[in-house]
């Protein structure tokens, strides 16, 4: 046997090759990876018949014709570009009899054995190393982007488990499960392996295992999560998991909440979210369209799936519709006088508010944080305030406001005090953070004196506290937060307002109840006009300074007896425990014998606030000292 390189035109498939057939072969799997690198293995090839008859240097191929077909389209491709066409590399045998040819065909066809993943993740890696991009790798070998990135992902595994991996000890399901685990988690898999009278879980036992049973795909998620930090990536690069189920349905259930409100608007005549896990039963209602009183099922799946049943009515319903007797809903929860934008809206401008004063009452905070370490946490795990929205106007809004921009300047402060980066976006880190850098900012509070570490804890309280929560209320309360200060009426503030009853009595308060009286006909389109018309001194109309609409005031209140406002229920709550009925007994007192609703925001202890204050930053001194 020679080796030669022989041009493609005296080159044909020889009916002894095992693939010999009249019609082209698929070669969609080798075509990338000729096209890139050319044919790296000769084929096998004998002279030909034609040959022997005088048609002298022509050869037929033994072995390789997907190759040789391969090669044919590459070359066919590059004439067609004015590029040079390269030649075959072929092993020529001697002549011989069929019986030779089809041994060897079958030989070379036979004999080959793909390799494991495991033996090409070796390889793919030392390209990586060469310098080789994954992308350049699929191309290559003719494989999908995805699939080369699934066997790099088996260098997040320790070595042993590649090798079980290898020797087929472990399945696949188990192997993409562990590329999610850290090191100290294959690491403890490992000693349950090894442990005969311990249980080691295995596929989809392994995910609960690896997430506490409390995995939530990213495919369920109804918002963006990639303003959500904790989630884990499956280095597969098929799926991703929230590691945190808290962030999660907070995100989802408020996305569920606009979906419901969009569905009322659009003139459904009732949206039901069923309790997570229930499931709706399709036998049990029949389909009904929207002019004939059809409704809206919202199905959450306890992993976090949503499904939306559009038009359907009871089964009991549909027999009544058939008598032609009218359905009815039954008793409907009132619907709220602000949609849940607004909340929204209301709820991230009075915490932008309340946070930025909460810098001027450094001791109260401490108190608050004091409060979240009695009443949390898992070793204190601190979770920052991201102030979300998927609303682009209110994300402005807010972070143009007064309350905001203000508490960014302490930040500021705060951060040159530590020492750190004045772009940084927060002072406090999410998860638990690096040993170094505790060691690093704790070695920088020791130099700060009393005043400053105040300051630092007030930013700190204000970064972590949740927005729209029972402890807003009674903070903004109790230090008498004045929201005109800190907010005025914008056009995001405008576009949430749709109801028309609520919109008559803004209109009231700001024009007078003549002007309200004298519009009380007109279309809710009409009424936010000349509201925007007082707002801007518009045709002579004056604006009522320092207007802020009740449920933004500390304490809020509501403009309808429908209630539905998320900040006037808050409120409720916080009056209803300080008074005894969800906390501990009103009559309590502290060790010293002082009223503990002193902190309650009751404006009967407002006298001698300043002085609480001194006392406790004495007491922080002596304490330091």
Known sequence: MKLDFIELGKLSVSRANMRYSKKAPDVSDILPTIRARGIVVPVLVRPSVAAAHGSPDTFEIVAGARRFHAASLVAAER??????????????????DDAD?????????????????????????????????PADIAQTFGLPDLAVKRILALGNLMPRIRDLYRQEKIDPAT????TMASKSQQRAWL?????????????HQLKAWLFGGKSIAVKHALFDPEGVTAIVADL??????FADSDAFWKGQNEAIAARRDAYLEEGWSDVVTLPVGEHFRNWEHVKAPKRRGGRVYIEVRDSGEATFHEGYITAKEARRLEKGEAVGHGIKAPRSEITGTTQTYIDLHRHAALRAALTGYPAVAMRLMVAHAIAGSSLWSVRLETQATRNDAIRESVECSNGETCFDMVRRDVLAMLGMDADDPTVAEVGNGSGSRLVVTFSRMLALDDPQVMTVLAVVMGETLASGSAIVELLGQHIGL????????????????????????ILAEVAGATVAS???????????????????????????????????????????TRG???????????????????????????????DLDRLSGDPSHSEGHDEDEVEVEAEAAALAA
């Open 518 to 560: 004298a519009n009380a006909g007109e279309k809710t389109k009409v009424l936010k006009s000349i509201i925007r018309g007082h707002r801007e001194g518009a045709d002579g109309r004056e604006w009522r300074e320092g207007w802020v609409p009740r449920w933004m005031t500390f304490p809020p209140a509501a403009y309808t």
């Open 482 to 505: 004045n929201m005109a200060e800190n907010w005025q009426a914008d056009d995001a503030f405008f576009e949430g307002l749709r109801d028309r009853e609520v919109l008559l009595a």
């Open 236 to 241: 597969f690069g098929e799926d991703r998991y």
């Open 175 to 178: 192997v993409r499960h562990l």
């Open 191 to 203: 000693a349950l392996l090894d442990d005969p009278e311990a249980y080691c879980p295995t596929g």
């Open 79 to 96: 004439q067609e570009a004015g590029q040079e066409v390269e030649p075959m590399p072929c092993a020529i045998l001697e002549s011989g």
């Open 101 to 133: 040819a089809v041994e060897a065909s079958l030989i070379e066809n036979r004999a080959r054995l793909d390799p494991d993943e495991v033996t090409c993740w070796e390889s793919f890696t030392r390209l990586v190393k060469e310098g080789r991009d």
């Open 564 to 594: 539905g406002v998320g900040t006037v229920d808050k409120a409720e709550a916080v009056a209803k425990a300080l008074a005894g009925g969800d906390g501990p007994d009103a009559d309590a007192k502290d060790e010293d014998g002082d």
